[in-house]
């Protein structure tokens, strides 16, 4: 059974740190590309980190470049997205998300496989 299980989120203040956590089963994330996208109340889902199958190029958007990194651990067959500084403007549902498709996939269209989204809060 294909799955993305996301996990992590959590309630915290402002400029503290959260990892989350994309855990795949039933494929091999190296062979995707792999981003987290977040959604806020009332607003679309956003792209904030992406990375690219093999080479591992990464891609950020500004609101959070400097304070999110993107990574995996292709014998743990996991993506893990560490935020720092966070803000209250970082809040929302964290989904992380695989493509099939080469290099860095800005598209949300191209995603094939999504996780069940995990929750950030951050309090000012």
């Known amino acids: 059974q294909v799955q993305l299980v996301a996990s992590g989120g959590g309630l915290v203040q402002a400029g503290d740190s959260l990892r989350l956590s994309c855990a795949a089963s039933?494929?091999?994330?190296?062979?995707?590309?792999i981003a987290w996208f977040r959604q806020a109340p009332a607003k679309g889902r956003e792209g904030v980190s992406y990375?690219?199958?093999?080479?591992?190029?990464?891609y950020y958007a500004d609101s959070v470049k400097g304070r999110f990194t993107i990574s995996r651990d292709n014998k743990k067959n996991t993506v893990y997205l560490q935020m720092n500084s966070l803000k209250p403007e970082d809040t929302a549902v964290y989904y992380c998300?695989?493509?099939?498709?080469?290099?860095?996939?800005?598209?949300?269209?191209?995603?094939?496989?999504w996780g069940q989204g995990t929750q950030v809060t951050v309090s000012s």
């Open positions: 998300a695989a493509s099939p498709y080469d290099g860095l996939v800005m598209g949300l269209s191209e995603y094939e496989y």
């Open positions: 990375i690219s199958s093999g080479d591992g190029n990464t």
């Open positions: 039933g494929f091999t994330l190296d062979y995707y590309a």
